[in-house]
């Protein structure tokens, strides 16, 4: 199978799919080293990692989708990939899927708030109207080449116009050709665990560490008959947690030897990179 036809499959098998964030090349790669079947291309962890910025809207669609291809060319995985509000009106949309389609995605994600958008976790999100929102949507799903391409649809109308109102607008996308569904931000378990029960797509559910969605075990949502389980930005989270450990070290001890507590070996590192395998093809092509 394609890795559209794969991340198809995974998601309407409604296991629980666990699926971590990556915010560029190397991360993608500890990924997929680690036995993930599926990668999602972070627009927050991009913001972050590239620009040393919040998740405000600062991301364009020229940067997701250069690491969108960047992480193509290190992993096999499918790619779930962050197009935030697809970057303007239906239109745009229409762009944004050509060129992310073009770059590699297996799914793109678009969201419902206004523009620029903020983390789902953030205060003082706003949405546009559902007729617009779905407009966008149906866009998507006529803009795709590939009919395996996924179409993930998120709605932020929780922290806005409350749980049901979410629900609605859910329901509305998947009327549109939504082939997932992301209710953001739920605040009770009891939220959580009523979400498969009341839409009938497939759905993700977002495990934000310090947000306000309560973490509840990849089991348990798998079997609730949730079809992924996205931790978008533990990698990146646990990244900068290894960088502050490490360069603590550095600036107080004024030295770094290679201590696997602290750092990865030479060695393995260059694994990660394929370094073995490329110079095996150096070899190979060496006249």
């Known amino acids: 199978m394609t890795s559209r036809e794969t991340l198809k499959a995974l998601v309407e098998a409604r296991r629980g ?32 990692m590239w620009f040393g910025l919040p998740d405000q809207g600062f991301m364009g669609l020229h940067e ?37 389609e073009r770059a590699g995605a297996d799914c793109i994600q678009f969201e419902d708030q206004v523009a620029p958008k903020r983390c789902g976790h953030f205060s ?19 803009a795709r080449q590939d009919s395996n ?5 998120r709605t932020d109308a929780c922290a806005v116009y409350g749980f049901e109102a979410a629900i609605e607008r859910a329901e509305k996308f998947s009327e549109a050709g939504a082939d997932i569904l ?13 979400l498969p029960h009341r839409l009938s797509k497939p759905q993700l559910m977002n495990m934000v560490i310090g947000g306000k969605t309560p973490i509840i075990g990849s089991e348990e949502l798998a079997g609730l008959g949730y ?43 260059q694994r990660l990179v394929n370094k073995p395998f490329l110079d095996a093809l150096e070899k190979k092509y060496s006249v």
């Open 227 to 269: 079809g992924i389980v996205l931790y978008a930005n533990a990698a990146l989270q646990g990244a900068v947690a290894g960088m502050q450990k490490a360069l603590t070290v550095l600036r107080d001890a004024q030295r770094i030897d290679e201590d696997p507590n602290l750092v990865v070996p030479f060695a393995e590192r």
């Open 149 to 153: 391409l996924l179409i993930m649809a």
């Open 17 to 48: 799919l666990l699926v971590p964030g990556a915010f560029n090349a190397m991360s993608a790669r500890v990924i997929e080293d680690l036995g993930f079947e599926a990668i999602y291309v972070t627009g927050a962890g991009v913001t972050n």
């Open 64 to 100: 997701i989708a250069d690491h969108t291809a960047r992480i193509r060319d290190a992993v096999q995985v499918p790619l779930i990939v962050d197009a935030d509000t697809g970057f303007g009106n239906a239109l745009n949309v229409r762009h944004t899927v050509r060129v992310l």
């Open 182 to 194: 992301f209710v953001e931000a739920v605040t009770t378990a009891e939220e959580i665990r009523s």
């Open 124 to 142: 003082g999100k706003e949405v546009i109207s559902t007729e617009e929102a779905v407009s966008k949507i149906k866009a998507a799903v006529d």
